[in-house]
């Protein structure tokens, strides 16, 4: 009896004692998503650039030299452009940065996802995307002035099927 009574004693107390540790360690330390006057730039899109070439039509001998149930009478290559993108805040080069296409072929969405605290405050935003090589410059483009709160989180995304760039 002795024995069952210190058993279950010595178990109540490292329930206690893990109960205690779980409890501290669930509040502290504290968490700052953000120091006090910082608000967040958030940039985050999957999108698929642009083909890189136009279809072509196939040549007679070109299409003699294949199969019969490969004859398609138009070669169109499947490669994805890159998405090249650049953000500005108040006229300084906040990222620019090239999204290569996903895939051994590179045939698929282009990713990116990058955050960068700012001051909070008021700002202006301006955000760039170029989604096809063969235009020189930028495709896309996005200018909007923002008034930001400490701890406010803006939300860059390229939609370019509804679009283009969406500020947040």
């Avoid at 069952?4 to 504290?30: D, E, H, K, M, N």
């Avoid at 968490?31 to 698929?48: E, K, M």
């Avoid at 009478?73 to 500005?88: A, L, N, T």
């Avoid at 996005?142 to 803006?154: D, I, M, S």
Wanted: with cysteine; aromatic share 8%; proline share 9%.
């Amino acid at each position: 009896m002795a024995n069952l009574t210190l058993r279950y004693g010595g178990q109540a107390i490292l329930y206690v004692l893990f109960a205690a540790f779980v409890g501290y360690f669930s509040t502290s330390p504290p968490y700052q998503h953000l120091p006090p006057d910082q608000a967040l730039l958030r940039l985050s899109f999957r999108a698929p650039g642009q083909l890189t070439t136009d279809c072509r039509p196939r040549s007679p001998e070109e299409l003699a030299k294949m199969s019969p149930q490969l004859r398609a009478q138009m070669d169109c290559p499947r490669e994805r452009s890159p998405v090249h993108v650049r953000v500005d805040l108040d006229g300084k080069l906040m990222l620019d940065e090239t999204f290569a296409p996903a895939g051994l072929r590179r045939d698929g969405a282009a990713s990116g996802y990058r955050r960068q605290p700012i001051p909070a405050g008021e700002h202006l935003l301006r955000v760039q995307v170029n989604d096809s090589v063969r235009v020189k410059g930028f495709t896309h483009e996005a200018e909007r002035r923002l008034t930001l709160a400490p701890g406010q989180v803006v939300l860059i995304d390229f939609l370019p099927d509804q679009g283009g760039v969406v500020i947040r």
